[in-house]
């Protein structure tokens, strides 16, 4: 599903993004702004949580700042959703990995830093 990363645009079935964005139910949803810049917190991902997929996959950005927050991860874990946490270029093959596994997989791409 992503063609391809570089730093700051994600490539996404011919469209090219260049703002963070979601994956959810197989849509991309661009603009994914964060109340924490760097933090993703529980308040961040309401559609990925209303989805309820069986694995979530963060691209952290290329040097990794982005942080899942710690109240996200223990609702996660509540839920039963796997957290895979990754630069953005190897989260991408991850998420491209398990999509085609057919794994029911939501992400959270931050592009840049």
């Not at 994914?32 to 961040?44: A, C, F, I, N, Y």
């Not at 990925?48 to 290329?62: D, T």
């Not at 630069?87 to 997989?105: C, H, M, P, Q, S």
Request: net charge neutral; proline share 4%.
């Amino acid at each position: 599903m992503i063609e391809k990363y570089s730093f700051g645009r994600m490539r996404i079935q011919g469209i090219d993004y260049t703002d963070d964005l979601k994956i959810v139910r197989g849509k991309v949803v661009p603009g994914w702004w964060r109340q924490k810049g760097h933090r993703v917190l529980t308040e961040d991902v309401p559609d990925i949580l209303e989805a309820r997929p069986k694995v979530l996959v963060v691209g952290k950005g290329r040097p990794g700042l982005l942080r899942v927050d710690r109240d996200l991860r223990t609702r996660l874990e509540q839920e039963g959703i796997e957290l895979i946490e990754l630069g953005t270029g190897k989260a991408a093959e991850e998420f491209n990995r398990l999509i085609n596994e057919g794994a029911d997989v939501a992400g959270g791409f931050h592009l840049s830093c």
